[in-house]
């Protein structure tokens, strides 16, 4: 055997068993009489002393090892004379009395320890390296331990794991597809799936009433923190089910994982909020409820006083920063930069600040009396020793730039704790969005999804009012999942895609297999897909999912350590009936 135990076992009881143990030498400290070699595996560190008594063989294979060497070593556990109560393996160390050298190492492109000194793109090159580091291997601990949890509580449920393809058809809503050609059929092509969305309606319609699968989908799209081009759901679909049904079940898998995991207890139900509401009161439609700072709609109080910046507006709203009226002039200055950022794309800042002995000194004293300017403040739920920033605009595009500046705050003011989770339930979004430069309607979620009953009636009159029988799982200001009632009647259905802009013919042709398919009797269903990476990330509380998955890709899109996308050989060019076209 290479190995009795691994480099995270042993303990004081061990003492004095011979032992083989295997991994890679995390670091050597020569210290002339004795040599203390660190071995490493996943599962931790043990430390290894070759002594002058040691055999000749043994102090001279150790005098030649270098980090990252991967070594065997037998000896015998013997009790420290110093122990590390820092490590689990700190109480003993092993006498070796053979190393043998199984695999040579280069010197490292950078230190393999929890902070290493290498930048992200190289330890993005040498991933495999990277993942050897503790934080990875930790990260890569819990989306398992996950991954598991996920299984055990939906199979509980009834719940079938059931397989999609991952060549498809491409789609023509939502983000661009990664295509595939095909050889065998000359000129056409496969696309890399979105999601399962038709696939498991199909699964509905075929009878598997409780279908789930932890799937890989890929999306052509622009990156950022929380996005890559190939990501995992979480993927479920219900049949016989009304959104309440879908919410019960998946909230207590929320508080199942969330217990299981994390050992964290939410005995309250989950807020539910419109979508209206969250976007009112925070700016976002996956609002983080972490701390306050809720805004309030100043509008009415803000016209009429002829400063035309707010008189010309269509929406004032502000919010009020707990304690902030102590910022100075340049925090306050680097605030407004911030928000005049092309990111957020605000104009400018309005400030009120309420003094700690009540007096109240704001940006626009100019044209407000010191009562009026009080009296907006009071709006926003600012006390003494409190900070109110206002910002004015279009009423939708002004809230969600205020939403950026209260995340701003927040993290200024140290509110956005990775250890505090807040989830809740957003719900009742609108069924369309209007698009100025095509001057049509979008489904906001997907084509199948579901109107409210109630509002049925104004699909053709007024389809800006119709509400969705949609739902988001919203936690920490990211949303984490997401889902819908599914629309299971062809008459309906032709009249969403009318909504749409979908002519009956271009309907048939790209989603003719799901209609024909409702033909055969298709029951009521619903369900949602959660971000799995999103909530490896939060769980593990960091900002960015590329830590959760073992080989991403960077901003650019491109696997740095395989070199890929890459150019293929003319013959395989050939083969597909492809010719190239050189950029512009």
């Known amino acids: 055997m290479y190995r009795t135990n691994t480099c995270g076992e042993l303990r004081a009881a061990d003492v004095n068993r011979n032992v083989t143990l295997a991994g890679w030498v995390q670091k050597v400290r020569n210290l002339g009489a004795m040599t203390f070699i660190d071995l490493r595996?996943?599962?931790?560190?043990?430390?290894?002393?070759?002594?002058?008594?040691?055999?000749?063989?043994?102090?001279?294979?150790?005098?030649?090892?270098?980090?990252?060497?991967?070594?065997?070593?037998?000896?015998?556990?013997?009790?420290?004379?110093?122990?590390n109560p820092k490590m689990p393996t700190g109480d003993i160390e092993v006498a070796a009395d053979e190393i043998t050298v199984l695999n040579p190492a280069v010197t490292p492109p950078f230190t393999i320890e929890e902070h290493?000194?290498?930048?992200?793109?190289?330890?993005?090159?040498?991933?495999?390296?990277?993942?050897?580091?503790?934080?990875?291997?930790?990260?890569?601990?819990?989306?398992?331990?996950?991954?598991?949890?996920?299984?055990?509580?939906?199979?509980?449920?009834?719940?079938?794991?059931?397989?999609?393809?991952?060549?498809?058809?491409?789609?023509?809503?939502?983000?661009?597809?990664?295509?595939?050609?095909?050889?065998?059929?000359?000129?056409?092509?496969?696309?890399?799936?979105?999601?399962?969305?038709?696939?498991?309606?199909?699964?509905?319609?075929?009878?598997?009433?409780?279908?789930?699968?932890?799937?890989?989908?890929?999306?052509?799209?622009?990156?950022?923190?929380?996005?890559?081009?190939?990501?995992?759901?979480?993927?479920?679909?219900?049949?016989?089910?009304?959104?309440?049904d879908i919410l019960e079940i998946f909230e207590r898998w929320a508080k199942y994982m969330f217990k299981d995991v994390l050992g964290i207890e939410f005995n309250e139900p989950f807020l539910r909020m419109p979508w209206i509401e969250a976007m009112e009161k925070y700016g976002s439609d996956k609002p983080d409820l972490r701390f306050g700072m809720e805004f309030a709609n100043v509008t009415d109080l803000a016209h009429g006083h002829s400063f035309s910046v707010f008189d010309d507006a269509e929406y004032v709203v502000g919010f009020a920063a707990t304690g902030c009226a102590t910022y100075t002039r340049k925090q306050i200055d680097a605030l407004t930069e911030y928000v005049k950022r092309p990111q957020v794309g605000a104009k400018g800042l309005v400030w009120i600040?309420?003094?700690?002995?009540?007096?109240?000194?704001?940006?626009?004293?100019?044209?407000?009396?010191?009562?009026?300017?009080?009296?907006?403040?009071?709006?926003?739920?600012?006390?003494?020793?409190?900070?109110?920033?206002?910002l004015c605009g279009p009423k939708f595009k002004t809230l969600t730039q205020l939403c950026a500046l209260r995340l701003e705050v927040a993290q200024q003011l140290g509110l956005r704790d990775p250890k505090k989770f807040a989830p809740l339930w957003v719900i009742d979004f609108p069924m369309f969005e209007w698009d100025e430069e095509t001057q049509r309607f979008y489904a906001m979620h997907h084509p199948f999804t579901s109107p409210k009953p109630e509002?049925?009636?104004?699909?053709?009159?007024?389809?800006?009012?119709?509400?969705?029988?949609?739902?988001?799982?919203?936690?920490?200001?990211?949303?984490?999942?997401?889902?819908?009632?599914?629309?299971?009647?062809?008459?309906?259905?032709?009249?969403?895609?009318?909504?749409?802009?979908?002519?009956?013919?271009?309907?048939?042709?790209?989603?003719?297999?799901?209609?024909?398919?409702?033909?055969?009797?298709?029951?009521?269903?619903?369900?949602?897909?959660?971000?799995?990476d999103r909530l490896c990330s939060l769980f593990g509380g960091a900002d960015s999912i590329r830590d959760y998955i073992a080989f991403p890709k960077n901003n650019a899109g491109r696997d740095v350590m395989l070199d890929a996308p890459s150019r293929i050989d003319q013959s395989q060019l050939d083969e597909l009936y492809l010719s190239l076209v050189k950029p512009e």
């Open 41 to 83: 595996d996943r599962y931790g560190i043990t430390q290894i002393v070759v002594e002058e008594h040691s055999p000749e063989q043994t102090r001279k294979a150790a005098a030649e090892l270098g980090r990252e060497f991967v070594i065997q070593v037998r000896g015998r556990v013997i009790e420290r004379s110093s122990k």
């Open 116 to 244: 290493s000194d290498g930048g992200d793109d190289l330890r993005m090159k040498y991933r495999y390296l990277d993942l050897r580091r503790p934080p990875l291997l930790r990260n890569m601990i819990l989306r398992h331990k996950m991954a598991q949890s996920v299984r055990r509580f939906l199979d509980a449920e009834g719940f079938l794991e059931i397989e999609t393809p991952y060549l498809v058809g491409s789609t023509p809503e939502g983000a661009r597809d990664f295509v595939v050609p095909s050889r065998m059929n000359p000129n056409q092509f496969y696309a890399l799936p979105q999601s399962p969305q038709t696939l498991k309606q199909l699964l509905m319609v075929a009878g598997y009433d409780r279908y789930f699968q932890i799937v890989r989908c890929f999306r052509d799209e622009d990156l950022r923190a929380d996005r890559q081009p190939e990501f995992t759901q979480i993927d479920c679909e219900m049949s016989f089910v009304e959104q309440e």
């Open 353 to 390: 600040r309420m003094e700690a002995e009540g007096g109240v000194k704001s940006s626009i004293d100019k044209f407000f009396s010191a009562d009026e300017v009080r009296a907006i403040a009071e709006r926003c739920g600012a006390k003494a020793g409190d900070m109110v920033f206002i």
């Open 455 to 532: 509002d049925v009636q104004y699909l053709e009159s007024d389809p800006g009012r119709v509400r969705a029988n949609a739902y988001d799982f919203v936690c920490n200001g990211t949303e984490i999942g997401g889902g819908s009632i599914r629309i299971h009647d062809a008459k309906l259905q032709a009249l969403i895609f009318k909504c749409l802009g979908f002519t009956p013919e271009r309907a048939q042709e790209q989603f003719g297999f799901l209609m024909n398919a409702f033909k055969f009797g298709a029951p009521p269903h619903g369900g949602l897909a959660f971000g799995f």
